[in-house]
């Protein structure tokens, strides 16, 4: 069993900056693959950024070059920054973790992008 909690959501302006955390349990976090999902009211759940074990990154065109996941194994830790953060990119964040078996999912964080 792997347990995901995810923090650092809020309010931000157009323009601005959050860091969102994902820590996780369970002691062979180095081997599973992170990523950061976001759901929109009235839409679908999709992938923002994801980072292999080895450190390999993908990211939806969306978030290209604005958007960097990151990962710290010795914290057990995904991060992933977000800047020059846009009113559409409101929704709640969740962080998934998967390994050779299973996919885990966090409760997620809201971000909210406004003036």
């Known amino acids: 069993q792997v347990q995901l909690v995810e923090s650092g959501g809020g309010l931000v302006q157009p323009g601005g900056s959050l860091r969102l955390s994902c820590a996780a349990s369970?002691?062979?976090?180095?081997?599973?693959?992170m990523g950061w999902y976001r759901q929109a009211p009235g839409k679908q759940r999709e992938l923002v950024a994801g980072i292999t074990s080895g450190g390999r990154t993908n990211y939806a065109d969306s978030v290209k070059g604005r958007f960097t996941i990151s990962r710290d194994n010795a914290k057990n830790t995904v991060y992933l920054q977000m800047n020059s953060l846009k009113p559409e990119d409101t929704a709640v964040y969740y962080c998934?973790?998967?390994?050779?078996?299973?996919?885990?999912w966090g409760q997620g964080t809201q971000v909210t992008v406004s003036s």
């Open positions: 369970g002691s062979i976090f180095s081997s599973y693959r």
């Open positions: 998934k973790a998967t390994t050779v078996t299973l996919a885990y």
